[in-house]
């Protein structure tokens, strides 16, 4: 097996973010560090060490759903000792977000220990769709959607198309939904702000087939078989 791939499968992190552990020297296998891609283990003889401490494969695959409020760093910890999302969950396994939402947006999150599965649901060729629901200033018009659908250019990359829908609209304030496949940095904002209707309030409400639903702000539950089951399905196709 890979040494990234037995790394995102031990639970320590995603395959890509494994990766970058393995260039920065942090793994260590039967003594000797490896910072090189293309090491291959036997996971039943040789022996893996994440900055000093073994590493073994998780057996028991942990899948949860958070509504991350905001103020929470999407990641395990913070080297500003800021509130993390693995913080807000109460289980004893070691897991780690699939992905990433802004420190200021709320909305769905899924954590994991499945290496595997989190590479997939964020590999840029399963083009995962998101969908968010914000509140904008000033009134949404028609022109905006259009603008929205065509693919905008942010910071020099050009956006595949967008989906935006008016819930409602007046001078003030608008809401809408908005879907996107790709996962830029601040995208949504940054996005909103070239149409000149500054995002005000930001949730992630959609990843793929998979609803937020009425979890509240700060809870979280595990994944059921049938929603696991699903996604893997949707990353297949």
């Known amino acids: 097996m890979r040494l990234q791939k037995y790394l995102a499968e031990s639970g320590i992190a995603s395959r890509r973010k494994s990766e970058e552990y393995i260039r920065q020297g942090r793994i260590k296998v039967n003594g000797a560090v490896v910072n090189a891609m293309g090491c291959i283990i036997d996971e039943t003889k040789d022996r893996v060490e994440f900055d000093g401490k073994p590493v073994c494969v998780e ?10 409020p905001a103020g929470t760093i999407s990641s395990a910890k913070d080297e500003k000792n800021r509130r993390t999302v693995t913080s807000l969950i109460g289980v004893e396994e070691r897991i780690y977000p699939v992905g990433r939402l802004d420190y200021d947006t709320e909305g769905m999150l899924i954590l994991t220990n499945d ?13 995962m769709t998101k969908t968010y629901f914000a509140k904008v200033k000033g009134k949404v018009e028609k022109t905006d959607i259009d603008i929205f659908q065509k693919g905008m250019v942010i910071d020099g990359y050009k956006l595949a198309p967008a989906v935006m829908e008016i819930i409602k609209a007046d001078n003030q304030l608008s809401e809408v939904r908005i879907t996107i496949r790709e996962g830029r940095n601040r995208q949504i904002r940054k996005m909103c702000d070239l149409i000149g209707h500054p995002v005000q309030y930001l949730s992630r409400i959609k990843i793929g087939n998979l609803n937020l639903g009425d979890l509240k702000t700060g809870k979280w539950r595990y994944l059921t078989e049938y929603e696991i089951r699903s996604l893997k399905e949707l990353i297949k196709k």
């Open 115 to 127: 290496g595997e599965f989190s590479y997939e649901m964020t590999h840029p060729s399963h083009e």
């Open 59 to 68: 057996r028991s695959k942990i899948y949860v759903l958070l509504n991350k």
